[in-house]
Nanobody, 123 residues
Framework: QVQLVESGGGLVQAGGSLRLSCAAS????????MGWFRQAPGKERSFVAT????????YYADSVKDRSTISRDNAKNTVYLQMNSLKLEDTAVYYC????????????????WGQGTQVTVSS
């Protein structure tokens, strides 16, 4: 089992920045690729970013790729999502997730999920 706890969400003005964190406990964190997804009100959960186990390579959704950085600290069992130049459409609940597979954008491939953290971007 892997337990995931997100933090760092909140209310931020458009153009601002946030860093989300996801702390993992349980099995070996470094053996899991990690992903961030988000779900806006009335919308499906969508992929944001992922980082692989092993080489730590990252992949981003087009909507965030020039504004965001996903990183991981295996010593701290934590994955981060730095988001800059936030837009109103970034408002959503952000979830982190873990998969033993190589990095993937497919939500169904992730076995473990956190409870989510709310990000609200205001004008």
């Amino acid at each position: 089992q892997v337990q995931l706890v997100e933090s760092g969400g909140g209310l931020v003005q458009a153009g601002g920045s946030l860093r989300l964190s996801c702390a993992a406990s349980g099995r070996t964190f470094s053996s899991y690729s990690m992903g961030w997804f988000r779900q806006a009100p009335g919308k499906e959960r969508s992929f944001v970013a992922t980082i692989s186990w092993g080489d730590g390579s990252a992949y981003y959704a087009d909507s965030v790729k020039d504004r965001s950085t996903i990183s991981r600290d295996n010593a701290k069992n934590t994955v981060y999502l730095q988001m800059n130049s936030l837009k109103l459409e970034d408002t959503a609940v952000y979830y982190c997730a873990a998969t033993p597979r190589y990095r993937t954008v497919v939500a169904g491939a992730y076995e473990y999920w956190g409870q989510g953290t709310q990000v609200t971007v205001s004008s």
